[in-house]
Structures are given as structure tokens and as C-alpha cells.
């Protein structure tokens, strides 16, 4: 997308998957990066206007949102640890394997070579955007890189606001800690900012209510949830839920509610206790869900249904390549699986909300996630190969391999590479490193960016090489240890969805017997 609107006018026809999942053959006319109708008949639209050609199993999906990822590590393979599952997020972070194989060897490649941070930016959107993502949560903002107001950007960033269209002035603030251990205690401590010599839960407030705020994106209480009582909830987890809760930052609901705030893992709320369901919904708060990762390190993830059936916000996010999913469409594929060894009541719809409606719901906006006129025109065509009138069905079962092309402000930036260059855009092709389901397929790079896909990838995978350390490939479906390990988790799935459906049914027996006794 530019910051300026793509501005071709054009009209293409899908079976559109509309809100809250349903679905209908619709013509989409895209006018100065805005959907201007979505209409079932074909609508009148101005001379010159370039008609899209597309084939019947053309399905055409919403944007997705991914509000919890770290980009800079997005070039690493899965990690394989045998260490784990841990307690927290404060255990993996101090293991010396973690740090082997993950932060140093990051930080080593971005030492190497100062170009090398570019090229990371690029495949971390790249990676995103292959998985149908149009606003990802603080990704690299190559605008920034190039220096220029009107520079090109792959993705829509939340740590830039007018890449949403939202008020100049205000900040979507991600953290990545309001409290870390106490070295002697072990209790959650307040995490101070040294500048403003304050907790960061004291800045938070202090510029929430001094309307510097649009949204917060925090981690909170990751660790285990203790959900099927597997292995146990973390301690630290649920007393750092407990001191968020009771920190004065937090005391005014109204003042929270204003400013959408949505806790990134969350695993150390109690959703059987009415004080912490309480909490969040008197002040609106929302929860980003990372199923994958939480399954990986902790061994154990959210009872969703429960989330669900108190009315609180969920959206799906995708974490990093360590340790979870590509992009956001993966995390609701496996999401769907986890919910299924459950045998829990959530809808597929209700699926495809958690990276759409909701997701945009924890940004306070309701101009994402949907395919509406007077919308901005964000959205990926997927050239499904079922016959199929489901768009759920389609949405779940087809991979990154089938995406015909990913539109952002109007402005085709990924997909085939055909389809791309009849939009007279130029492309580059992925690097033929990626694989056969890489074939074909291209992207749109700003060429202020100079950089040339197959080389420089190539010169990274290179340097990853010598330290024996593996690239993560740009597409899940050409991604053979990512797709291993993901086989291995949900066989652990399968048995971690039989042990919770058993504790779920002897704590709806003891309810049972507490209400007749």
C-alpha cells in the first residue's frame, strides 16, 4: 500500500465471506483504495474501470488482524526445545538453549551485516501478508526506513496509527512487561520507566487519560493456565493477574473502557472466578489468544468456551516462529483443532471473528476485518480447489499455497504473479528457495526499498546456514519442520483434549453435588 490511494479503479467477483461468516457471490467495485459497493448484481462503474478476472472456487476474505507477533524473529525456524513445558515466560527467556538457538543468534545476524535488518523486515511483512494478514501488530515500519512520507509499506502497522486511519497524536502502546519477578521474592514487581521515573502502568494511565492513547496491547500473566489441571496453574502467573487487577492504574473502569485495552495471553486469569470475569468485563478488557505457543511452552492453553460464555472479546494472535504459528490464518486452523479435542461449542464463525470483527474490536475500530462499502478495500482472494458453498469451510481447509492475491488499500501486493502485473504494479518473484508452493507467486516491493528477494534471502539463509540454524520459509505449506512439529503438537493435543474434557466433566459434577447439598 501507499500512503497515497492505488489509484485504478477496479471491479472484481468472488463468493465474498461476509460478517459473522456467511457468505454470497458478490461484485466488488475498488476506487482510490476504498470499497465504494459490495453487490450482488453487477454494479454501473466509470469508464475505464479494469475488470478482475476471476473462476468459480474464488473466494474473497476479509483482511486479517494479527495483534501479537515479534517480526524481528520471524526469519527463525520453530524451536525444538526439550526442555519445557515451563511455568512462564520468565523461565523459557532464562534458559541458555532458548538463548542459544533463538535471541543470540538473531542478534548475531543483525550484528553481521546492518542490511540484514532490512531483509528481516521484509520477510517478517512478507511472511504476514502470504497468510492473508493486512495489519499486524508493530511490525517494521519500512516507511520509516526509507525516510519519505510517501514511501510504500508492505503492511498496515499498529505502531502507526495512520496507517489505520486513526486520530493523529495518539499511540497504540504494545508492552511487553508491566511486571517482572522480584529477584527475592519472587512476587510480580511493578516494571518501572526509567525516563519518566514511574511504573509503566503509571505512564499508561497517566497518558490514557491525558488522550494519548488509541489502544494498549500488553503481555500479562503468560504462563500456564492450569486449564485440565495437566500440569497445574503457574503461581507467578495468577498473582501477576492479581496485582494488574489490583494496581490503581486500573481502579477506574469507565477510564479503562475508554481506551481499548486487550491482554495478550492472559493465561494467568481465572475464568471460573466471578471477580476476575468481573475485572474484564467492567472495564471492556479483551484477550489475544495464542493457542500454539501457550500448547509449546506451557503445555497447556485458555479454556475458550468458558472466555466466551462471559462475553469477553477474543482475538487470535500468531506469536513468532519459535514457537508459534506463520501468520494469524494458521493460529485459526490449529485454533479449530484445539477447540475440537475440547468437543467445545465455538462455531467456525466464531473463529473467523477472532482474527477479523474482534481483532478490530480490541483497536477500538470497526473499519478492519469486514468486506463493507466505504471500507478500506484490505482483503485476499483465495483460489480454492473444493467445491464448496461453505465459506468457513473454505477459510479453514485451504492453505497460503492457495492465495491468489492479498490486496491493502486497494493495492495488490502479493499473490500470483500475473494477477499482480495486470494491475500494472512491479513485482518480484519469491526467492526459488521457497519451494514449489512458492511458485508463481510474487510480491510488490516499493523499489526504494532496493532489495532484491532472491539474493539477499539468499545471503541471510547463507549466514543461518553457518550456524547451523535453518531459515523459516516464507509459506507454511513449504515450511517441512514447521509442519513436523505442528503434527507433533496436535498429537499432544489429542491427549491434552481428552485429560481436560474428563476435569471439566468431574468439575461440572462437583458443581453438581454443591447445588443438591
Known amino acids: 500500500m501507499q500512503h497515497g490511494p492505488f489509484e485504478p479503479s477496479y471491479l472484481l467477483r468472488g463468493q465474498v465471506a461476509l460478517t459473522g461468516g456467511e457468505a454470497g457471490e458478490r461484485y466488488l467495485h475498488v476506487e482510490r483504495g476504498t470499497i465504494t459497493s459490495v453487490t450482488a448484481e453487477r454494479p454501473e462503474v466509470p469508464e475505464g474501470t479494469l475488470e478482475v478476472h476471476t473462476r468459480e472456487g474464488d473466494w474473497i476474505f476479509p483482511g486479517l488482524l494479527d495483534l501479537h507477533t515479534h517480526s524481528d524473529y ?5 524451536w525444538d526445545s526439550a526442555i519445557g513445558p515451563f511455568d512462564n515466560r520468565f523461565g523459557w527467556r532464562g534458559d541458555p538453549v532458548y538463548r542459544r538457538q533463538v535471541s543470540e543468534t538473531k542478534y548475531r545476524l543483525v550484528d553481521a551485516d546492518e542490511r540484514n535488518q532490512l531483509i528481516l523486515e521484509v520477510f517478517a511483512e512478507l511472511q504476514a501478508i502470504a497468510g492473508g494478514t493486512t495489519v499486524l501488530q508493530e511490525s517494521y515500519a519500512l516507511d520509516r526506513n526509507l525516510g519519505s512520507d510517501d514511501s510504500l509499506l508492505l503492511v498496515r502497522d499498529t505502531a502507526d496509527p495512520s496507517d489505520l486511519g486513526l486520530p493523529e497524536g495518539g499511540e497504540i502502546r504494545s508492552v511487553v512487561d508491566f511486571f517482572r519477578p522480584d529477584k527475592e521474592t519472587g512476587e510480580p514487581s511493578p516494571v518501572f520507566d526509567d525516563k519518566r521515573q514511574m511504573t509503566r502502568l503509571a505512564a499508561y494511565a497517566e497518558d490514557r487519560d491525558a488522550g494519548r492513547l488509541l489502544a494498549v496491547l500488553p503481555h500479562l500473566a503468560e504462563g500456564r493456565s492450569g486449564f485440565g489441571r495437566a500440569l497445574g496453574k503457574d503461581p507467578y502467573s495468577r498473582a501477576e493477574f492479581e496485582a494488574f487487577m489490583s494496581d490503581p492504574a486500573l481502579a477506574d473502569a469507565g477510564a479503562v473502557a475508554a481506551v481499548p485495552l486487550a491482554i495478550i495471553h492472559g493465561s494467568g486469569i481465572d475464568p471460573y472466578d466471578a471477580a476476575h470475569l468481573r475485572f474484564l468485563r467492567e472495564r471492556q478488557i479483551s484477550v489475544i489468544w495464542s493457542p500454539v505457543s501457550n500448547l509449546l511452552l506451557y503445555g497447556d492453553t485458555l479454556d475458550v468456551e468458558a472466555y466466551l460464555d462471559a462475553g469477553i472479546n477474543l482475538a487470535l494472535g500468531s506469536d513468532w516462529s519459535p514457537s508459534g504459528s506463520k501468520h494469524v490464518w494458521d493460529e485459526a486452523k490449529f ?6 479435542a475440547l468437543g ?7 473463529i473467523f471473528q477472532m482474527v477479523t470483527e474482534n481483532a478490530a474490536r480490541c483497536l477500538g475500530s470497526d473499519r478492519f476485518g469486514r468486506i463493507a462499502a466505504g471500507g478500506p478495500a484490505d482483503f485476499f482472494v483465495v483460489r480454492s480447489p473444493m467445491p464448496s458453498k461453505s465459506g468457513m469451510e473454505v477459510f479453514l481447509a485451504t492453505t497460503d499455497h492457495h492465495v491468489h492475491a492479498v490486496v491493502i488499500g486497494g493495492r495488490p501486493v502479493y499473490g500470483d504473479r500475473a494477477l499482480l502485473e495486470s ?15 512458492a511458485a508463481n507467486k510474487a510480491v510488490h516491493l516499493p ?5 532484491d528477494l532472491e539474493n539477499d534471502l539468499q545471503r541471510v539463509e547463507d549466514w543461518l546456514k553457518l550456524h547451523a540454524v535453518l531459515r523459516s520459509n516464507t509459506l507454511a505449506s513449504s515450511d517441512v519442520p514447521y509442519q513436523r512439529r505442528r503434527v507433533e503438537l496436535k498429537a499432544a493435543t489429542v491427549k491434552f483434549g481428552w485429560s481436560a474434557q474428563r476435569w471439566l466433566h468431574e468439575r461440572w459434577k462437583q458443581q453438581q453435588r454443591g447445588q443438591t447439598g
Open 74 to 78: 520471524n526469519v527463525l525456524p520453530i
Open 335 to 340: 485454533a479449530r483443532f484445539y477447540l475440537d
Open 344 to 350: 467445545a461449542q465455538v462455531s467456525d464463525a466464531q
Open 423 to 437: 494491475f500494472g504494479v512491479a513485482t518480484q518473484p519469491l526467492p526459488r528457495v521457497e519451494g514449489t508452493a
Open 447 to 451: 523499489p526504494e526499498l532496493d532489495v
